[in-house]
């Protein structure tokens, strides 16, 4: 149900902002939304995974919360973001 390192690796060369970036807001974003579609995935299987579903709305809160950050620094940016992740807002 978590990313393993392969997959994490592979998010990380797609979406850093530079050479030895681990943890920008974008990347971080890529990560979180990742994991929301996977824990998404689970709980159609898993509907009264009560526990991995507050888990999952406090990612959707987190990731909100870097999206607007990002908005707020550099609103094209933002626009790049969404679309390369097929993110709606």
Same mark, same amino acid.
């Given at each position: 149900m978590?990313?393993?390192?392969?997959?994490?690796?592979?998010?990380?060369?797609?979406?850093?902002?530079?050479?030895?970036?681990?943890?920008?807001?974008?990347?971080?974003?890529?990560?979180?939304?990742?994991?929301?579609?996977?824990?998404t995935?689970?709980?159609?299987? $898993?509907? *009264? %995974?009560?526990?991995?579903?507050?888990? #999952?709305? /406090?990612?959707?809160g987190? =990731? +909100?919360?870097?999206?607007?950050?990002? $908005?707020? *620094? %550099?609103?094209?940016?933002?626009?790049? #973001?969404? /679309?390369?992740?097929?993110? =709606? +807002?």
């Amino acid at each position: 149900m978590s990313l393993t390192a392969s997959e994490k690796q592979i998010l990380i060369s797609e979406y850093q902002v530079h050479e030895t970036d681990t943890g920008s807001a974008d990347l971080q974003v890529a990560i979180l939304t990742k994991r929301i579609t996977q824990l998404t995935d689970h709980l159609k299987q $898993n509907p *009264k %995974d009560h526990a991995s579903r507050r888990g #999952l709305l /406090k990612m959707i809160g987190r =990731r +909100r919360r870097l999206l607007a950050y990002i $908005n707020g *620094k %550099d609103s094209n940016r933002y626009q790049t #973001l969404i /679309k390369r992740l097929g993110i =709606r +807002r």
